[in-house]
């Protein structure tokens, strides 16, 4: 009985009566490092293939030709929402939570490309990556008749009895002169860079 007079005078103490009805909560903020499944921002997609190329999700992320213009379309279903996309979009295209606001704040970004290495022990110089490879295609179309180029754009050619890299910076990481070399020789290796300051502005 005594218990029960306790509480029953507890609970009406006049501060405990006035935080119960008057009690107010902060608004709620979004934590900083909250990331959502990335959604567009209404500025250009260049099609430069950052975000898929920094992407660990396989299938997550893909850059679509609608009517006029590129655009990157998110799959939910394998997005791992990591938000690496959006911090290695170099047009600000994608947003996902607070990522943009912190990353122009701090003026941080994330910078990726891919590294071409041949192993030459391995390498039987015949030239197959080199004559595979679409974008080397592109750049040369002799290439894939001749087997060789003279062109100084292509990603790689056989130069000197060697496989020899010229512009690296053009790989997209599609990895067909990986999948065509017979020896397992050359590889594809996805780099990421953290930049800061003026580097991550460009
Ligand atoms: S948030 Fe991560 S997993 Fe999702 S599309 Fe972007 S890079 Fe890929
Ligand atoms: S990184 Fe940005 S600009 Fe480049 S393709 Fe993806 S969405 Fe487009
Ligand atoms: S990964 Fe694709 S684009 Fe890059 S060098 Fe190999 S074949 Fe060419």
Redesign the pocket.
């Known amino acids: 009985m005594r218990s029960i007079v306790y509480y029953v005078r507890e609970f009406l103490r006049p501060e405990w009566l006035k935080d119960f009805f008057f009690v107010k909560t902060a608004p709620l903020e979004t934590p900083s490092y909250f990331k959502g499944y ?1 959604t567009l921002t209404d500025k250009e997609c260049t099609q430069c293939l950052t ?1 898929m190329m ?4 396989p299938g ?2 893909a850059v679509l030709r609608k009517k006029d213009r590129w655009e990157p379309e ?1 799959y939910p279903g394998h ?8 911090e290695a979009c170099p047009e600000g295209v994608l947003s ?1 939570g607070r990522i943009l606001d912190v990353t122009h704040r701090d003026k941080t970004a994330f910078s990726s490309w891919y590294r071409l290495e041949v192993d030459d022990t391995l390498c039987m110089r015949c030239g197959n990556c080199c004559v595979s490879c679409p974008v080397n295609r592109e750049v040369d179309p002799q290439l894939a008749g001749t087997g060789t180029s003279a062109s100084d754009e292509v990603i790689m050619r056989i130069e000197g009895g060697r496989v020899t890299i010229l512009h690296e910076e053009k790989c997209t990481g599609c990895k067909t002169c990986e999948t065509n070399c017979p020896n397992r020789a050359i590889r594809v290796a996805r780099m990421v860079e953290g930049v800061q300051g003026e580097e991550a502005e460009a």
């Open positions: 990335p975000c920094i992407c660990p999700a997550a992320i998110i997005c791992i929402r990591c938000g690496l996309c959006v996902s």
